[in-house]
């Protein structure tokens, strides 16, 4: 199933001059791109995007870091988008991240780890509209 997924180049991999890297193993790997932008968001913006994970002890700390910089997001299509995008990037803690993945590659801990991906399809359709409008998404275009 043609699925949708939101790729986040995190502050980390923008300060560190990889996003270019990053979407050429996301293009390598067959993922079609809809859209992308490089922006600023600020801590309440960034709250809202994380707002799942309030209670947890790392909220405030992956709040502050996503709006410490600018992030690179970017809509993605393609057959099982979720899981095939999820395998890409790797675990999220970059020390249990496989061979070949993009945070074994670029990721530095469990917070600074230099990509993000939704993790349902249904996520994956909010957070896309979370960044980007209809008329942004290219192939919606056509
Ligand atoms: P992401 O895919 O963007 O979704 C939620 C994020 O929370 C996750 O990547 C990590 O960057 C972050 N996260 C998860 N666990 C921890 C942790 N123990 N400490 C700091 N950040 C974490």
């Given at each position: 199933m043609t699925e949708r997924t939101l790729a986040i180049i995190k502050p980390d991999a923008v300060r560190k001059n990889v996003s270019g890297e990053i979407i050429a193993m996301i293009t390598q790997a067959g993922f079609k791109i809809l859209g992308f932008k490089m922006i600023r968001i600020s801590e309440a913006q960034a709250g809202e995007f994380y707002a799942v994970h309030k209670e947890r002890p790392f909220y405030g700390e992956l709040v502050s870091f996503m709006s410490s910089g600018a992030i690179v997001p970017i809509a993605l299509e393609k057959e099982n988008a979720i899981a095939d995008y999820r395998a890409l990037i790797g675990a999220t803690d970059p020390a249990e991240a496989a061979e070949g993945t993009i945070r074994k590659?670029?990721?530095?801990?469990?917070?600074?780890?230099?990509?993000h991906g939704s993790d349902s399809a249904e996520n994956g359709r909010n957070e896309i509209a979370f960044f980007f409008s209809e008329s942004e998404?290219?192939?919606?275009?056509?």
């Open positions: 590659a670029f990721a530095s801990s469990k917070g600074e780890n230099a990509v998404l290219v192939a919606n275009q056509a």
